[in-house]
């Protein structure tokens, strides 16, 4: 049943029963080759979730573990790290989380006696397994300290003792928090993956491949497999450990963090930067790749993003204001194949685009070498802004996307490229599709966000300054003129037909199918109280009419 992922129920018993009797004879001195045959069939046992209780006990964790040569000796007994711990919920965070700890009084076991590559490999599967099934394994795991026993082995980088410290942190906030803590997580995590990449330090701050110092990356031979895999397993336990930091959006927090502390956020973020601009072979497997890095970069300290623009300008480099662009003109080209692929954009779309965002609110340099790839001068004034297959159009379609997250992101991103600039942003959007921001911002009345931006003039073109004056706001293009309805009405009749429309309102709010809004003085909108809307509807004027006001649809 070596290959065998699924059971069939009428046996669940019959495995339960197995599970007992090896378990047993791991507790035996028998010959290594027994006990890799009882390892080997409890990490094929351990892939049913039905049959997993004769091995979450903290005996059997604790034999596993030992096996597994990352057993952790106590003088004084175990510390409980927390009766139950919390498991995350959502997937995309299991894809990405982890800790290191280390307290004081307890030690690693030496290896198991039988020091065997594959009895630990089989041991370390099984672990896997438990872990990824069954929260109470995760509890005696998180009780047994299993993560200070692998911290102690992530010096070898081997993949499997990647894998476990991966699910550790993904399953468990206390073991992420110990892991960062305790144990150094980020630094030692960081210096693994320097390791991997097999990177150096021409200048501070500044990485490239040993034995290639001075080679283009694009010119670099593609990652191998083997390295790829082991970068992307630590990348993943990187951001759990730094997910929970709450350092995405807040740039004053920098100024709390130690000096250690801020010096190893710059340093994996230059490790980031490389890993960025780096290829990996195969092309799925390089995008996998790339977004890991991403999703990290993402979770570092704001002001530590200025890595990204540190290293010079040389030969072949994307310059902007004297400025390295390389990494920022990466990051719009992931961005934007993202953006074409159209596939769960909120997972695949928003962690580059997230990113962009924050790099342009705070660096001048960055912001403008993006407005200038994605808001070039205005030319074009009689297509929609929507419309076409420039990255202003993309953004702009996905200003109106149907997940809340995903527009507010992409609005997000052109009115900080606008300088948070009311007017400049309906300009590039049309009003139709920034109302959704002002208004949420308070700003449909125009003015201009609070913001850290210079006062820089705004050119416009020859072909805008003739269009401004016939663009219809709205639509944010010249359009042909359109006949007036209301033309040849009496004035009576243009009142009667508002009215028209005034009962349409009250009768589907009174049906829940809409609420009503009005603009208030501050610029944000304001629910209409239903009794107001009822005053409306009955105006004299409206009564005189004696419109119908039965329950059937209103011709419209």
Request: glycine share 6%.
């Amino acid at each position: 049943m070596n290959h065998c992922f699924t059971f069939n129920k009428e046996d669940e018993q019959d495995r339960k029963v197995l599970g007992e009797l090896v378990l047993g004879f791991l507790h035996r001195d028998l010959q290594p080759s027994c006990h890799l045959a009882c390892l080997e069939t409890v990490r094929i046992l351990s892939r049913d979730p039905l049959c997993l209780d004769p091995f979450t006990s903290r005996s059997a964790m604790s034999t596993l573990a030992r096996f597994a040569g990352i057993a952790v000796s106590s003088p004084g007994g175990a510390h409980n790290q927390g009766e139950e711990g919390q498991a995350e919920g959502e997937e995309g965070e299991r894809g990405e989380a982890a800790e290191e700890c280390n307290e004081e009084g307890k030690e690693a076991s030496p290896p198991s006696e039988n020091a065997d590559q594959e009895v630990i490999t089989e041991a370390l599967k099984s672990i896997c397994n438990l872990l990824l099934h069954n929260q109470t394994g995760q509890v005696v795991a998180a009780d047994l300290q299993l993560i200070k026993g692998v911290a102690e082995r992530l010096k070898q980088c081997a993949f499997l003792d990647l894998r476990l410290t991966f699910l550790l942190t993904a399953l468990r906030v206390d073991v992420r928090a110990q892991l960062v803590q305790e144990l150094h997580g980020v630094s030692l995590l960081g210096n693994q993956l320097e390791a991997t990449l097999g990177l150096c330090w021409p200048d501070t701050l500044e990485t490239a491949r040993a034995g290639f110092e001075g080679v283009p990356p694009e010119e670099l031979p593609p990652l191998s497999r083997q390295p790829t895999e082991r970068a992307m397993e630590i990348l993943k336990i990187l951001f759990n450990i730094t997910f929970d930091t709450n350092r995405r959006r807040l740039t004053s927090v920098y100024s709390l963090l130690s000096a250690g502390d801020a010096a190893e956020y710059r340093h994996v973020g230059a490790i980031l930067r490389h890993c960025l601009l780096s290829q990996a072979e195969g092309e799925e497997r390089n995008e996998e790749f790339h977004s890991h890095t991403v999703n990290l970069l993402g979770n570092l300290p704001l002001p530590c993003l200025d890595v990204l623009l540190v290293p010079k300008v040389q030969q072949g480099s994307i310059e902007y204001m004297g400025v390295n662009m390389d990494a920022v003109n990466m990051l719009l080209e992931f961005m934007e194949s993202k953006l074409d692929q159209g596939l769960k954009l909120k997972e695949t779309l928003l962690p580059s685009l997230n990113l962009l965002t924050e790099s342009a609110r705070i660096h001048r340099e960055t912001r403008k070498f993006l407005r200038s790839k994605v808001l070039p001068p205005l030319r074009d004034v009689k297509t929609k802004p929507e419309v076409g297959n420039a990255l202003r159009n993309k953004l702009v379609r996905i200003m109106t996307h149907i997940d809340t997250d995903v527009k507010d992101c992409g609005a997000e991103f052109l009115f900080v490229l606008c300088k948070e600039n009311v007017s400049r942003f309906i300009k590039y959007t049309g009003y139709g599709n920034a109302a959704g921001l002002l208004a949420a911002r308070g700003l449909l009345r125009g003015a201009r966000d609070s913001g850290i931006y210079s006062e820089d003039e705004e050119s416009e073109t020859e072909e805008y300054k003739e269009a401004k004056a016939h663009i219809n706001p709205v639509t944010g293009v010249v359009e042909e003129n359109q006949p007036d309805p209301m033309e040849g009405m009496t004035e009576e009749q243009k009142e009667i037909e508002a009215m028209k429309l005034v009962s349409m309102f009250d009768r589907l709010s009174r049906h829940n199918l809409i609420q009503p809004m009005q603009l208030g003085m501050d610029g944000t909108m304001r629910e209409i109280a239903p009794e107001d809307l009822h005053k409306m509807a009955h105006n004299p004027l409206f009564q005189h009419e004696q419109l119908d006001n039965s329950d059937s649809e209103p011709e419209a």
